[in-house]
Structure formats: C-alpha cells, structure tokens
Nanobody, 121 residues
Framework: QVRLVESGGGLVQAGGSLPLSCAVV????????MAWYRQAPGKQREMVAS???????KYGDSVKGRFTISRDNAKNTINLQMNDLKPWDTADYYC???????????????WGQGRQVTVSS
C-alpha cells in the first residue's frame, strides 16, 4: 500500500531553521511530481514548494529565498530546508506526491499526515 512518511518540523524561534522530509513507500512505485503544502489555522492550504522528477522547482512567493526543496529519486524522497523562519510560517505542513502504485496504470495524488511547524517570535 502506498503511503507518504513525513519527518521533521517542530518548534523553533524566529530566524531559525528546520528540515522536513517525505518518503514515498509502497514497493515498486513510480513517483512523479512532489510538493509541500501548508495550512495555518483558519486559512486555506497553500503550495510551499514543488519539484518534478526532473528537478524543476517552484516556490510560493512567501518562501522564495528562504526555503529550498530537493529530491532523491533513488529513495523517492523530498526534503525541504526551511531557513530564516518567520512566525507566519507557523502551520501544518503536508507532503503531496503523484504516484503510480505497483500493477496500476494511472498516477494518483497521495498526501501525508502532516507535520507541525511552530515559529515563535
């Protein structure tokens, strides 16, 4: 069964750094685009950063220059390095991946359970 395993996040003071990682597990899967989203209380979920299987990246305007997304295709893993964190970065962060499961013909979107990131001022 395909699932996304997230790690990282936590509590940090403003200006600090935190890493997030997300691994796709589930046997012989094919992984397409992957991304991190976040959702703060009372707000809509927004895209933070995305990366294709060819390492083409996009960032949300609010994190450009501070966050870096990277990918290890051999491990079906993405990492998000978050630097110079601001209080408004506080949110639950979710990993999303396009995955073709074993013996399936179509790609489907899968989501992780979410990791909490809290930035204190």
């Amino acid at each position: 069964q395909v699932r996304l395993v997230e790690s990282g996040g936590g509590l940090v003071q403003a200006g600090g750094s935190l890493p997030l990682s997300c691994a796709v597990v589930g046997g012989l899967v094919t992984v397409g685009d992957m991304a991190w989203y976040r959702q703060a209380p009372g707000k809509q979920r927004e895209m933070v950063a995305s990366i294709t299987s060819g390492d083409s990246v996009k960032y949300g305007d609010s994190v450009k220059g501070r966050f870096t997304i990277s990918r290890d295709n051999a491990k079906n893993t993405i990492n998000l390095q978050m630097n110079d964190l601001k209080p408004w970065d506080t949110a639950d962060y979710y990993c999303k991946a396009q995955v073709r499961a074993p013996k399936r013909s179509s790609m489907w979107d899968y989501w992780g359970q979410g990791r909490q990131v809290t930035v204190s001022s």
